[in-house]
């Protein structure tokens, strides 16, 4: 089985994390898959950026949810990466989907926050979903599993994987009492037992983030179903020669 190659947060080491520019490097070297984080801003609209604050990835300050989405289109998503980008602005996830029309591959939509903070960013995203990518891949992963639960009550089609820290004496049971497909775990798990264990179940093993290409070759070598890597461009180039 070949291992699939997403981008983690578009081309994370490339371009400035979860912007248009990241994404389309994603698709230009020809990346499987493609996973990004969502918000809602504080006129709910979503939007695509890791973090809950907008601090570490652009030029303001504060949280996401007290933004409307004027106030955060105003503020430079790529400077602090490279002044090269500096007319990066932090996308919509419609834009975003706008811009993956062609896009072929897996769309990872991860939801960080939990459903206090934006009780109806399940809605929103699956709405969006539905209208740009209905005939595409799209998986929902996250560590708060009442989002994906919420995810499967509004699409019984939904795709779900989880994410989780805990270590389960039998975590095959739990992600498919929870209805996914799929966990995404981190790549010490993922590269042990766990993931081996896991795959012997049917239960899909993504491991983030790969980014060394020693690890990268393991990846390949156990047969992990996908690496989430900041690098596609490097794992595209090794797994050529696997
Ligand atoms: O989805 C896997 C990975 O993206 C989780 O880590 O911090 O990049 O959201 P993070
Ligand atoms: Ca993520």
């Known amino acids: 089985m070949r291992t699939a190659i997403f981008a983690h947060r578009g081309s994370k080491a490339n371009r400035p994390e979860n912007t248009l520019s990241a994404f389309e490097e994603a698709m230009r070297v020809g990346s499987d898959g493609i996973e990004l984080d969502v918000h809602l801003t504080n006129d709910q609209e979503v939007v695509v950026m890791h973090d809950e604050k907008v ?14 989405l004027n106030e955060l289109k105003e503020l430079d998503a790529g400077s602090w990466f490279s002044p090269q980008y500096s007319g990066e602005r932090v996308p919509t996830l419609k834009e975003v989907l706008e811009l993956l029309s062609d896009f072929p591959g897996v769309l990872n939509i991860e939801f960080k926050t ?64 929870v209805g996914a497909s799929a966990q995404h775990l981190w ?21 983030w983030t790969v980014n060394k290409p020693k690890n990268m070759q393991k ?24």
């Open 55 to 68: 601090n570490r990835t652009t030029n303001g300050k504060g949280q996401v949810k007290n933004f409307t």
């Open 114 to 177: 939990d459903r206090n903070t934006y009780p109806t960013i399940e809605e929103r995203v699956a709405r969006l979903v539905s209208r740009y990518r209905s005939n595409l891949p799209v998986v929902y992963s996250s560590f708060n599993h009442e989002s994906l639960i919420r995810l499967k009550e509004i699409d019984s089609n939904a795709d779900l994987a989880l994410l989780l820290w805990e270590r389960l004496a039998e975590p095959w049971r739990y992600t498919q009492q």
């Open 187 to 207: 790549e010490p798990s993922a590269l042990s037992e766990t993931g081996k264990q896991l795959q012997k179940h049917g239960v899909k093993v993504r491991a």
């Open 219 to 242: 990846t390949f070598e156990m047969g992990i179903d996908a690496m989430i890597t900041d690098y596609p461009e490097v794992a595209l180039d090794l797994r050529k020669s696997f």
